[in-house]
């Protein structure tokens, strides 16, 4: 079936560095999605993209759709305390979204 | 606007038990699904349904039942629960067809002891 595979697992990094992030795939897909997950919460979607090439920015929050559409980057400038959590990628194929399994973000005092 | 309301927040099961998962949403969703979560594994989808009277199987659906009789809601049911089903589940929905992007509920976190 379809995969995602998202890297880093894990990132630990000072506050005001930037982040980034992705996701690789073996299929394509019609829809990149990232989403983030506060600890007890469900994920919250961020920022979506709908066409290969597609760059979109939400705030400090940038993310592109792969222009061969098996591959999305997010990143994330200045990084600020409240941007700890975990981040996921998901891929919208024909009838179903499937997720990677995340990135977790560690910010440093 | 609720959005999507998961019930109970939490849960403890002994093997064996049956029980359901509830999840309602006010947006009118044609597509409503549940996924768990574990530790390393991400958001696998057990089912989802894509109006009223249609359901279908996700990655890992099995020991888990499903049935959409209104558009509002999608309960999940636990046949027979094991711990192997100790997780954190999530009910989401989306406009479109096929989903467009989710509106996740709060969760449930199940425990079977």
């Known amino acids: 079936g379809q995969q995602l595979n998202q890297s880093p697992q894990s990132m630990f990094i000072q506050e005001g560095e930037d982040v980034s992030m992705n996701c690789t795939s073996s299929s394509i897909f019609n829809t990149w999605l990232w989403y983030k997950q506060d600890p007890g919460e469900g994920p919250v979607l961020l920022i979506a993209l709908y066409k290969a090439g597609e760059l979109t920015s939400n705030g400090r929050l940038t993310a592109q759709f792969g222009i061969t559409r098996k591959d999305s980057f997010l990143n994330i400038s200045a990084s600020i305390p409240s941007d700890v959590g975990i981040y996921f990628c998901a891929g919208r194929g024909d009838d179903k979204i499937i997720f990677g399994k995340g990135t977790r973000l560690h910010i440093l005092p | 606007n609720a959005g999507v309301t998961q019930t109970p927040k939490f849960q403890v099961l002994k093997t064996g038990q049956s029980m359901t998962l509830q999840c309602a949403q006010d947006?009118?969703?044609?597509?409503m699904s549940w996924y768990r979560q574990d530790p390393g594994m991400g958001l696998r989808l057990i089912h989802y349904?894509?109006?009223?009277?249609?359901?279908d199987q996700g990655e890992v659906p099995n020991g888990y039942n499903v049935s959409r009789s209104t558009t509002e809601d999608f309960p999940l049911r636990l046949l027979s629960a094991a711990p192997s089903q100790t997780s954190v589940y999530f009910c989401?929905?989306?406009?479109?067809?096929?989903?467009?992007?989710?509106?996740f509920g709060s969760g449930t976190r199940l425990t079977v002891v």
């Open positions: 349904s894509v109006g009223a009277g249609i359901t």
């Open positions: 989401a929905s989306s406009y479109g067809i096929p989903p467009v992007g989710y509106t």
């Open positions: 947006m009118n969703h044609e597509y």
